[in-house]
């Protein structure tokens, strides 16, 4: 399974954009790419997935290298809300399992 | 619609013992899934259902773990006899079927397991 890498942490001011990257440069040509994130003390929550253009839903943003080796997940205005653990997770099509790694650890700030 | 249920929340055991976890997930959802998370890391996969038929079970320690998922519904994850390197979070996951290019995974909130 393809890996990536993320940085361990990030700090972000309340109501102000957050970019977390990932780099993947193994990925291969099926691979989705999956974020998740993880509030404290609950479960990880779906966030996003893409493939290969950009993607918009209600919580964020998934904009995906040309080469696919990198992609970056933006929140457009974090809230104290989205202080969290990030993952970054790559998935073969068929339902492949999610492979977690340590993750981008985000604090935001008032 | 109701989320992934899991029981206890919490449970301390002493090593040696034996402990069960108990999950229900989504109605409908065919795939269930039991992970593993240490303090400090990403959530590991332990064994992974369709129905009531293991997927994967590859990363599950058969000789003190188990699980089963009777009727395809609930399911419950054993551990025995506990050792203290099982001290973890333990969550039970969920989604619609195997085989889609989405099958986004509900989590429930974990379990807390300690061994003393």
């Known amino acids: 399974d393809a890996k990536t890498t993320q940085p361990n942490s990030m700090e972000s001011n309340e109501e102000e954009p957050v970019h977390l990257p990932c780099n993947h440069s193994?990925?291969?040509?099926?691979?989705?790419i999956h974020w998740y994130r993880q509030l404290p003390s609950q479960g990880p929550e779906y966030v996003i997935h893409?493939?290969?253009s950009n993607v918009n839903n209600r919580m964020a943003s998934l904009a995906i290298a040309e080469d696919r080796k990198s992609s970056t997940l933006i929140l457009h205005r974090a809230t104290l809300r989205d202080a969290a653990v990030y993952y970054c997770?790559?998935?073969?099509?068929?339902?492949?399992?999610?492979?977690f790694g340590q993750g981008t650890e985000l604090s935001v700030k008032p | 619609e109701a989320g992934v249920a899991q029981s206890p929340r919490y449970k301390i055991i002493e090593k040696r013992q034996s402990v069960a976890f108990w999950c229900n997930p989504i109605?409908?959802?065919?795939?269930l899934y039991w992970y593993q998370q240490i303090l400090g890391q990403g959530p590991k996969l332990l064994i992974q259902?369709?129905?009531?038929?293991?997927?994967?079970d590859s990363q599950l320690p058969k000789d003190r773990f188990s699980a089963e998922r009777l009727k395809g519904v609930d399911s419950t994850l054993k551990i025995q006899p506990a050792k203290l390197e099982d001290s973890a979070v333990y969550l039970c996951?969920?989604?619609?079927?195997?085989?889609?290019?989405?099958?986004?995974?509900?989590f429930g909130p974990g379990t807390r397991l300690t061994v003393t």
């Open positions: 996951a969920s989604s619609l079927a195997l085989r889609t290019i989405l099958g986004e995974q509900y």
């Open positions: 193994t990925i291969s040509g099926t691979d989705y």
């Open positions: 893409g493939l290969t």
């Open positions: 997770i790559l998935r073969v099509p068929e339902g492949g399992k999610l492979i």
């Open positions: 109605s409908g959802h065919a795939t």
């Open positions: 259902f369709q129905n009531n038929g293991v997927v994967d």
